[in-house]
């Protein structure tokens, strides 16, 4: 069973567009929600998280918007460069205790058309 | 900044070898974990501790054995390595806390022959 799942499995935008990804999660015991963005040859590295009280969080280019309802959150990269051809995952992390694991979606795999 | 290093970026060996990674944290987390990644099934949690001498089995462990003989090391070992544990293996490190994030290493790709 797949507890956190990504859509689209891939994504390609054009140079100063929207991306969008997306991801839907299971279990309500979830409370924390990341965004790894991983270049090749590297390992990911942490883009931007955000915790169930509150709806959207925003980082420069980078914004969660969380919809608990619906046990969704979405990874919004406004004008999209370039350098933002990646491959992202979202994850979660339930608060079961400090030492509870990550489960990672499959990922998504981004290019930003020049 | 976090360095999590893991000791080789590839590595080759052979069916039925005996496979050591190494991997070393420099900011006294105290959490740390081997992920394997593979094309369409993301990243794979196989073992993953939280002091040391602690380990715990991921979602994959079959195969896989761990060491943590000290808090900035953690081993994974393939006992007696088969061509389908050809893969991208990941380290990451992360302090303890919910909303603390890991770091990760930039992989060692191994491949068994």
């Known amino acids: 069973q797949q507890q956190v799942k990504q859509s689209p499995q891939s994504l390609i935008v054009q140079k100063g567009g929207i991306s969008i990804i997306n991801c839907a999660y299971e279990?309500?015991?979830?409370?924390?929600f990341p965004w790894y963005q991983q270049f090749p040859g590297k390992g990911p590295a942490l883009l931007i998280a955000?915790?169930?009280?509150?709806s959207e969080k925003k980082e420069g280019r980078f914004t969660i918007s969380f919809n608990k309802s619906a046990k969704q959150f979405s990874l919004h990269i406004m004008d999209s460069q370039p350098g933002d051809s990646a491959t992202y995952f979202c994850?979660?992390?339930?608060?079961?205790?400090?030492?509870?694991?990550?489960?990672f979606g499959k990922g998504i795999t981004l290019s930003v058309r020049p | 900044d976090v360095k999590v290093t893991q000791s080789s970026r590839y590595l080759v060996k052979r069916t039925g070898e005996k496979v050591f990674l190494e991997c070393v944290q420099d900011m006294d987390h105290e959490n740390m974990f081997w992920y394997r990644q593979d094309p369409g099934l993301g990243l794979r949690l196989i073992y993953f501790s939280y002091d040391v001498k602690m380990k715990e089995k991921g979602d994959i462990p079959e195969g896989y054995s761990v060491s943590r003989e000290k808090k900035e090391r953690f081993s994974l070992i393939l006992e007696s390595a088969s061509t389908n544990q050809t893969s991208m293996y990941l380290c990451?490190?992360?302090?303890?806390?919910?909303?603390?994030?890991?770091?990760f290493g930039d992989g060692t790709r191994l491949s068994i022959l």
């Open positions: 955000i915790r169930p009280d509150v």
């Open positions: 279990n309500t015991a979830f409370d924390y």
């Open positions: 990451a490190s992360s302090p303890t806390g919910v909303a603390q994030p890991q770091h």
């Open positions: 994850a979660a992390k339930p608060n079961t205790g400090a030492n509870s694991k990550l489960t």
